[in-house]
């Protein structure tokens, strides 16, 4: 399999993993579980070392859209958090990884993105919410179209800046 193809397919399948943990197993499972696909992801797909500081920025872009979103009472958690759950965050730190790898194949097709934005995420929210302690505000339909809204803008954003930040010149290869 071809180096590319190899991170591709690792990144997807390391997002899908993490994803699927810590929505069911919540914050005991990612608390040990992130460590170690981090570590898998940075010898295994990262190919920039300075994409954990991109990773970082926009975790907390999205930590912060999350926890507005739980504030607003458009998500709410079995448990008082003061932002979010641990598990919610973590999830946020390996969304943050493929914008480089598995979903690179989106950038510059922003419309597409924004659409892909809109639906695939407010799917993984309702699955989400399915499969946790998550709830919506009284009627649903607010706290989803809140969250399709988000998502088209944001996953389009997180391309550009993917893209503009990996082209920069001082970024440099881990090589």
């Not at 994803?19 to 499972?29: K, L, P």
């Not at 990612?30 to 898998?40: N, S, V």
């Not at 872009?61 to 598990?87: A, C, H, K, M, R």
């Not at 996953?155 to 993917?162: A, F, K, M, R, V």
């Amino acid at each position: 399999m071809k180096t590319e193809l190899r991170r591709f397919v690792l990144n997807a399948a390391l997002f899908q993993a993490g994803w699927f943990a810590f929505v069911v197993g919540g914050d005991r499972v990612a608390l040990w579980l992130l460590p170690l696909l981090l570590i898998f992801h940075h010898y295994w797909v990262l190919q920039i070392t300075r994409e954990w500081s991109f990773v970082v920025g926009f975790s907390v872009l999205g930590v912060s859209i999350d926890s507005l979103l739980s504030v607003t009472g458009l998500l709410s958690f079995d448990e008082q958090y003061f932002f979010i759950p641990f598990w919610l965050f973590a999830l946020w730190l390996l969304m943050a990884t493929t914008f480089h790898h598995c979903l690179s194949w989106l950038v510059d097709k922003y419309y597409l993105a924004a659409a892909f934005g809109a639906f695939f995420s407010t799917l993984a929210y309702w699955a989400g919410a399915n499969l946790s302690r998550v709830t919506f505000h009284a009627e649903p339909w607010r706290s989803l179209l809140a969250i399709a809204v988000v998502w088209a803008l944001l996953l389009p954003l997180g391309l550009h800046c993917s893209q503009r930040y990996f082209k920069s010149p001082e970024v440099s290869s881990k090589e």
